[in-house]
């Protein structure tokens, strides 16, 4: 263990020894980090023992919040009796095997089978190998490009990134890879100017359609695509947009890949963002919620019509992770699974908690600072606006969201901003007094936010 020591102490050896993920190290290096000691419920504790709300989840995962004994228990029974073994070379666990069989009860229909990996991004670069593994299987090896999202996020992997269409990271190291390109994503709120949000949701799936027509859908692998983009900035697509994308794909023969790495495991009210929006995803990244966070584990599902084909044509698939389906994460992931499942989370989240949240968040708009709430289930976006009626931001992109953001910790709140979107992805286990305490605490910050910005 750890000894304790002060937070000075902390600040000052990560500095000389750390160097964080996501992080400005010069910003970093001026102020040094909070130092989180310490978790229960849906509070975090610092190591000055402050309390704080953390209305994100951890990063978006900790589904049945902190401290479940169960969770605990699960990996330390599993580590007793078997801590690691590979599933290279024709062997497997019963712990993965469990896993695997409750996840094809959970997921939609068509897919049964599960891929596991370390992570998202290891999900998703398995996805790129495996699609382009599936086509070839079928004789079509020049079918390689894959179409994804200006703003997506699908991880930090050379192909999780290139996937991804965050352009400050395509920036650092000559990202995407080749074959990857990207469309619009149906952000009304920062793109839709004049138009209103259904033609828009329609006009950014035409585009999808465009295309596919002059890449050639001879060419074209699979459409990959968060339901709702989480790290974009919480960008619910206007209702019009995900029937108006299933209406294409019908119309070609190539894969749907849904990341469902933040909106699966009861994040929208329902299991997977797919039952949420009625998609027919071949593929589907999962991690985060898959654990509730406590360690970590992703995979991929696989339709059968995907899967079918590697089985019967794909001969050996050279692609795997020594940590794919780790005995322990998998302990912990099924038993978080049964969990959300016998404790009715995912239900309450759709029926309860997440209404109660989404109609209380909706209060916010009223606030001189807030252009537009969005929100599905227990997860929610806010827009700081210059001024509300034009829509029109901020000049210096993303500052107020900063400020906002230090404001909010400072009074005991943990929320996210993606620029001048404040973001927020609660555990599934928030109650009605959390989500009251919320929005009192998002008020007052909104109020400190424009005071400082007045100043
Ligand atoms: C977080 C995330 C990933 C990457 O997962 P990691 O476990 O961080 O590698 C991929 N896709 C989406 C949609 C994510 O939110």
């Not at 949000?197 to 001879?218: M, N, V």
């Not at 289930?377 to 029109?392: F, H």
Request: hydrophobic residues 40%.
């Amino acid at each position: 263990m750890h000894q304790a020591r002060s937070t000075v102490q902390w600040q000052a050896m990560e500095k000389a020894h750390h160097l964080a993920p996501f992080c400005h190290y010069q910003q970093l290096q001026a102020k040094g980090p909070r130092i989180i000691k310490s978790a229960k419920g849906v509070y975090l504790y610092d190591n000055d023992g402050n309390v704080i709300l953390d209305a994100m989840a951890g990063l978006w995962c900790v589904n049945l919040g902190y401290g479940r004994q169960e969770l605990i228990d699960a990996a330390s029974r599993q580590m007793a009796e078997l801590p690691y073994y590979n599933l290279f070379f024709q062997t497997a666990t019963p712990p993965v095997i469990e896993l695997s069989s409750q996840l094809a009860a959970l997921a939609p229909a068509a897919l049964n089978r599960v891929f596991f990996t370390g992570s998202g991004s290891e999900a998703n670069d398995t996805v790129l190998r495996m699609v382009r593994h599936y086509w070839a299987c079928l004789g079509q090896p020049q079918k390689q490009v894959f179409i994804s999202r200006h703003n997506a996020y699908h991880g930090s992997t050379v192909a999780g990134a290139s996937l991804g269409g965050m352009a400050p990271m395509h920036r650092q190291g000559g990202l995407p890879i080749p074959g990857i390109e990207h469309i619009a994503q149906p952000y009304w709120f920062a793109e839709g100017g004049d138009m209103a949000p259904d033609d828009f949701g329609i006009w950014a799936a035409e585009q999808l359609r465009e295309r596919i027509d002059s890449i050639g859908p001879e060419k074209v692998a699979a459409f990959i695509a968060e339901p709702i983009q989480g790290a974009g900035g919480v960008i619910v697509p206007p209702d019009s947009y995900w029937p108006a994308v299933k209406k294409v794909l019908a119309d070609y023969d190539i894969l749907f890949v849904a990341d469902e790495v933040i909106c699966g495991f009861g994040r929208t009210g329902r299991w997977f963002g797919s039952d949420y929006y009625d998609l027919k995803p071949d593929l589907m990244p999962i991690a985060k919620g898959l654990s509730s966070g406590y360690l970590p584990i992703g995979g991929v599902m696989v339709s059968d019509k995907v899967a079918l084909v590697l089985i019967e044509r794909g001969g050996e698939f050279y692609h795997g992770f020594t940590y794919s389906g780790h005995p322990v994460c998998a302990a912990v992931a099924s038993e978080n699974l049964r969990l959300l499942d016998s404790e009715g989370w995912v239900e309450r989240a759709g029926k309860q908690i997440g209404p109660y949240l989404q109609k209380r968040w909706r209060e916010l708009a009223e606030h001189p600072l807030v252009g537009e709430t969005r929100g599905v289930g227990m997860v929610a976006a806010l827009e700081l606006v210059k001024d509300k009626s034009a829509r029109s931001r901020f000049d210096s992109k993303g500052s107020a969201g900063a400020l906002c953001r230090d404001l909010c910790v400072e009074n005991g709140l943990i929320m996210r901003a993606v620029g001048d979107t404040m973001i927020i992805s609660p555990p599934l286990i928030f109650t009605e007094a959390h989500v009251d305490e919320l929005i009192s605490k998002t008020h007052r910050c909104l109020d400190l936010t424009l005071k400082a910005l007045r100043a």
